[in-house]
Protein backbone atom coordinates (compact mmCIF):
# COMPACT_ATOMS: atom_id res chain seq x y z
CA UNK A 1 0.00 0.00 0.00
CA UNK A 2 1.29 3.50 0.22
CA UNK A 3 3.97 5.24 2.38
CA UNK A 4 3.72 8.85 3.33
CA UNK A 5 6.32 10.37 4.40
CA UNK A 6 6.45 13.76 6.29
CA UNK A 7 9.14 15.97 7.47
CA UNK A 8 9.41 18.19 9.23
CA UNK A 9 8.10 16.71 12.46
CA UNK A 10 8.14 20.66 14.31
CA UNK A 11 8.67 23.57 12.24
CA UNK A 12 9.35 26.75 14.23
CA UNK A 13 9.40 30.33 12.34
CA UNK A 14 9.42 34.14 13.21
CA UNK A 15 6.27 35.62 11.78
CA UNK A 16 6.67 37.17 8.50
CA UNK A 17 9.31 34.13 7.27
CA UNK A 18 8.09 31.33 5.15
CA UNK A 19 7.71 27.63 5.89
CA UNK A 20 8.36 24.79 3.62
CA UNK A 21 6.77 21.47 4.45
CA UNK A 22 7.83 18.32 2.98
CA UNK A 23 6.69 14.94 1.81
CA UNK A 24 7.09 11.96 -0.11
CA UNK A 25 5.34 8.96 -1.32
CA UNK A 26 5.75 5.51 -2.75
CA UNK A 27 3.45 4.14 -4.62
CA UNK A 28 3.65 5.94 -8.08
CA UNK A 29 -0.11 5.27 -8.95
CA UNK A 30 -0.91 7.87 -6.70
CA UNK A 31 -1.95 10.90 -8.24
CA UNK A 32 -4.40 12.85 -5.86
CA UNK A 33 -1.93 14.89 -3.20
CA UNK A 34 -4.33 16.98 -0.54
CA UNK A 35 -3.28 19.21 2.30
CA UNK A 36 -5.09 19.78 5.50
CA UNK A 37 -4.93 22.31 7.88
CA UNK A 38 -5.88 20.96 11.70
CA UNK A 39 -5.91 23.98 14.44
CA UNK A 40 -5.49 22.40 18.17
CA UNK A 41 -9.11 20.17 18.86
CA UNK A 42 -10.58 20.64 15.84
CA UNK A 43 -11.06 19.11 12.55
CA UNK A 44 -8.74 18.85 9.54
CA UNK A 45 -9.53 21.10 7.02
CA UNK A 46 -8.66 20.90 3.15
CA UNK A 47 -6.13 23.83 2.47
CA UNK A 48 -5.03 23.30 -0.94
CA UNK A 49 -4.52 20.02 -3.52
CA UNK A 50 -2.62 19.14 -6.70
CA UNK A 51 -3.32 16.46 -8.93
CA UNK A 52 -0.16 14.48 -10.86
CA UNK A 53 -1.21 16.36 -14.37
CA UNK A 54 0.09 19.38 -12.67
CA UNK A 55 3.67 20.52 -11.46
CA UNK A 56 2.96 23.82 -9.32
CA UNK A 57 -0.30 25.25 -7.85
CA UNK A 58 -0.68 28.75 -5.94
CA UNK A 59 -3.67 30.22 -3.57
CA UNK A 60 -2.35 33.31 -1.89
CA UNK A 61 -0.05 32.79 0.52
CA UNK A 62 0.14 28.95 -0.23
CA UNK A 63 1.29 26.66 -2.81
CA UNK A 64 2.29 23.25 -3.78
CA UNK A 65 4.95 21.93 -5.96
CA UNK A 66 4.67 17.82 -6.99
CA UNK A 67 7.52 16.10 -8.25
CA UNK A 68 6.40 12.81 -9.68
CA UNK A 69 9.54 11.43 -10.94
CA UNK A 70 11.10 11.58 -7.11
CA UNK A 71 7.36 11.50 -6.08
CA UNK A 72 8.40 14.17 -3.31
CA UNK A 73 5.69 17.15 -3.14
CA UNK A 74 6.08 20.16 -1.12
CA UNK A 75 3.80 22.74 0.58
CA UNK A 76 5.66 26.39 0.37
CA UNK A 77 3.56 29.23 2.69
CA UNK A 78 4.60 32.79 2.13
CA UNK A 79 4.54 35.95 5.01
CA UNK A 80 3.65 33.36 7.65
CA UNK A 81 0.90 34.53 10.62
CA UNK A 82 0.53 33.35 14.02
CA UNK A 83 -3.02 31.93 12.58
CA UNK A 84 -1.03 29.85 10.60
CA UNK A 85 -0.08 27.84 13.83
CA UNK A 86 -1.40 24.15 12.82
CA UNK A 87 -0.43 21.04 12.37
CA UNK A 88 -0.64 20.57 8.37
CA UNK A 89 -1.11 17.22 7.16
CA UNK A 90 -0.26 16.21 3.23
CA UNK A 91 -1.80 12.78 1.82
CA UNK A 92 -1.65 11.14 -1.28
CA UNK A 93 -4.60 8.79 -2.61
CA UNK A 94 -4.85 6.93 -6.24
CA UNK A 95 -7.46 8.73 -8.16
CA UNK A 96 -10.66 7.47 -7.91
CA UNK A 97 -10.48 6.16 -4.42
CA UNK A 98 -11.63 8.98 -2.20
CA UNK A 99 -9.30 7.03 0.19
CA UNK A 100 -5.81 8.95 0.65
CA UNK A 101 -3.05 7.94 2.95
CA UNK A 102 -1.80 10.76 5.58
CA UNK A 103 1.90 11.38 6.43
CA UNK A 104 2.43 11.75 10.23
CA UNK A 105 1.99 15.60 10.36
CA UNK A 106 3.98 18.47 10.90
CA UNK A 107 3.58 21.17 13.90
CA UNK A 108 4.03 24.37 12.28
CA UNK A 109 4.80 27.49 15.23
CA UNK A 110 4.77 31.03 14.04
CA UNK A 111 6.31 33.49 16.48
CA UNK A 112 4.68 36.94 16.86
CA UNK B 1 -25.17 23.82 4.20
CA UNK B 2 -24.47 21.24 6.96
CA UNK B 3 -21.28 19.77 7.27
CA UNK B 4 -20.55 16.88 8.89
CA UNK B 5 -21.38 16.11 11.88
CA UNK B 6 -20.44 13.42 14.35
CA UNK B 7 -21.64 12.23 17.69
CA UNK B 8 -21.06 11.96 20.52
CA UNK B 9 -17.70 14.54 20.64
CA UNK B 10 -16.38 12.60 23.79
CA UNK B 11 -16.84 9.28 25.14
CA UNK B 12 -15.24 7.34 27.91
CA UNK B 13 -15.09 3.61 28.27
CA UNK B 14 -13.63 0.82 30.14
CA UNK B 15 -11.82 -2.07 28.56
CA UNK B 16 -13.74 -4.96 27.09
CA UNK B 17 -17.45 -3.01 26.22
CA UNK B 18 -18.40 -2.00 22.76
CA UNK B 19 -18.74 1.72 21.95
CA UNK B 20 -20.78 2.89 18.74
CA UNK B 21 -20.18 6.40 17.45
CA UNK B 22 -22.12 8.08 14.38
CA UNK B 23 -21.56 10.28 11.59
CA UNK B 24 -23.93 12.31 9.30
CA UNK B 25 -21.94 13.46 5.91
CA UNK B 26 -21.90 16.88 4.29
CA UNK B 27 -25.12 17.41 2.28
CA UNK B 28 -25.15 16.09 -1.17
CA UNK B 29 -22.17 13.32 0.00
CA UNK B 30 -23.00 9.87 -0.58
CA UNK B 31 -19.41 8.50 0.78
CA UNK B 32 -18.28 8.08 4.52
CA UNK B 33 -14.86 7.23 5.23
CA UNK B 34 -13.49 6.77 9.11
CA UNK B 35 -10.48 7.31 10.45
CA UNK B 36 -8.28 7.27 13.49
CA UNK B 37 -6.28 9.83 15.00
CA UNK B 38 -3.69 8.13 17.60
CA UNK B 39 -2.27 11.69 19.39
CA UNK B 40 0.57 13.15 17.06
CA UNK B 41 -0.25 11.07 14.18
CA UNK B 42 -1.87 11.22 11.28
CA UNK B 43 -5.36 10.05 10.55
CA UNK B 44 -5.11 6.28 9.78
CA UNK B 45 -7.90 4.60 7.50
CA UNK B 46 -10.27 2.59 9.36
CA UNK B 47 -12.92 1.63 6.27
CA UNK B 48 -15.10 3.31 4.07
CA UNK B 49 -18.72 3.05 3.37
CA UNK B 50 -20.92 3.88 -0.68
CA UNK B 51 -24.21 2.45 -1.13
CA UNK B 52 -24.59 0.51 2.83
CA UNK B 53 -22.05 -1.33 1.62
CA UNK B 54 -17.89 -1.65 2.59
CA UNK B 55 -16.51 -0.70 0.17
CA UNK B 56 -12.84 -0.88 1.36
CA UNK B 57 -11.17 -1.95 4.46
CA UNK B 58 -7.57 -0.38 6.08
CA UNK B 59 -5.47 -2.77 8.30
CA UNK B 60 -8.05 -2.68 11.62
CA UNK B 61 -8.99 -5.97 13.10
CA UNK B 62 -12.83 -7.36 12.70
CA UNK B 63 -13.66 -5.87 16.12
CA UNK B 64 -14.11 -2.57 14.16
CA UNK B 65 -17.24 -2.76 12.27
CA UNK B 66 -19.24 -0.44 10.49
CA UNK B 67 -22.51 0.57 9.10
CA UNK B 68 -24.16 3.06 6.52
CA UNK B 69 -27.83 3.77 6.42
CA UNK B 70 -30.40 4.79 2.99
CA UNK B 71 -30.03 8.56 4.15
CA UNK B 72 -25.81 8.00 3.86
CA UNK B 73 -25.10 8.26 7.70
CA UNK B 74 -22.93 6.03 9.35
CA UNK B 75 -21.85 3.85 12.12
CA UNK B 76 -18.74 2.34 13.41
CA UNK B 77 -19.01 -0.10 16.03
CA UNK B 78 -15.82 -1.28 18.05
CA UNK B 79 -15.89 -4.28 19.96
CA UNK B 80 -13.88 -5.48 23.31
CA UNK B 81 -12.30 -2.03 23.54
CA UNK B 82 -8.55 -2.31 24.07
CA UNK B 83 -6.47 0.72 26.06
CA UNK B 84 -4.90 1.12 22.54
CA UNK B 85 -8.03 2.05 20.95
CA UNK B 86 -8.07 5.18 22.91
CA UNK B 87 -7.71 8.30 19.79
CA UNK B 88 -10.00 10.65 17.79
CA UNK B 89 -12.25 9.36 15.52
CA UNK B 90 -12.82 11.23 12.50
CA UNK B 91 -15.63 10.62 9.94
CA UNK B 92 -15.18 12.39 6.12
CA UNK B 93 -17.71 12.16 3.54
CA UNK B 94 -16.87 12.41 -0.33
CA UNK B 95 -19.32 12.37 -3.38
CA UNK B 96 -18.49 9.16 -5.46
CA UNK B 97 -17.43 10.60 -8.72
CA UNK B 98 -16.86 14.23 -7.68
CA UNK B 99 -13.68 16.07 -6.86
CA UNK B 100 -12.11 13.68 -4.23
CA UNK B 101 -12.14 16.65 -2.00
CA UNK B 102 -12.89 14.58 1.69
CA UNK B 103 -14.74 17.33 4.11
CA UNK B 104 -14.14 15.81 8.11
CA UNK B 105 -16.18 16.02 11.20
CA UNK B 106 -14.75 17.42 14.50
CA UNK B 107 -14.60 13.37 15.42
CA UNK B 108 -15.28 11.82 18.66
CA UNK B 109 -12.77 11.43 21.37
CA UNK B 110 -12.26 8.07 23.04
CA UNK B 111 -10.96 7.52 26.31
CA UNK B 112 -10.88 3.56 26.79
CA UNK B 113 -9.73 3.36 30.71
Known amino acids: GENVEQHPSTLSVQEGDSAVIKCTYSDSASNYFPWYKQELGKRPQLIIDIRSNVGEKKDQRIAVTLNKTAKHFSLHITETQPEDSAVYFCAASRGGSYIPTFGRGTSLIVHP | DAGVTQSPTHLIKTRGQQVTLRCSPK?????VSWYQQALGQGPQFIFQYYEEEERQRGNFPDRFSGHQFPNYSSELNVNALLLGDSALYLCASSLAGGDEKLFFGSGTQLSVL
Open chain 2, 27 to 31: SGHDT
